[in-house]
């Protein structure tokens, strides 16, 4: 079962969506799978990372503006270049194993959606697998 969820974001940032997949597979009634999430957006993408300490997001972040610097050369006309390689380093998809209906993800773990060229209303498809 597909599902189309959306969510506003800010400029940049990794905004926490465990709960709204987790909802997704409570509705399905699936106790046994997995499930597969997937940004259908070429600057925002999505990862798995800790949850418990606030500074490990804003480390992610400080480190992939210090990978993927502005830079003059850049070539795309839009100038949003670097969230596009943001974008990219993180991915576009996870996929969580779903154990007695709720996803399986480590203690400190959480699904987070990461905007790189925000502010907008964004998208993510939820693919709830059951085996």
Known sequence: MLQSL????IP?????????????VT???TKEGYVLVFCPHTTAG???NENADPDVVQDMLLGLRNAFAENSNFRHAEGNSTAHLKASAMGSS???PI???RLSL???QDIYFCEFDGPRTR???VMVVPT
């Not at 959306?6 to 974001?9: G, K, N, Q, S, V």
């Not at 940049?12 to 997704?24: G, S, Y």
Request: hydrophobic residues 45%.
């Open 106 to 108: 480590g203690i400190w």
């Open 94 to 96: 996870v996929m969580v």
């Open 6 to 9: 959306t969510i506003a974001t």
């Open 46 to 48: 999505l990862t798995i």
């Open 12 to 24: 940049e940032a990794f905004l926490p969506i465990t709960q709204k997949v987790q909802r997704c």
């Open 99 to 101: 154990v007695q209906g």
């Open 27 to 29: 509705e399905t009634q």
């Open 123 to 125: 998208t993510f498809q």
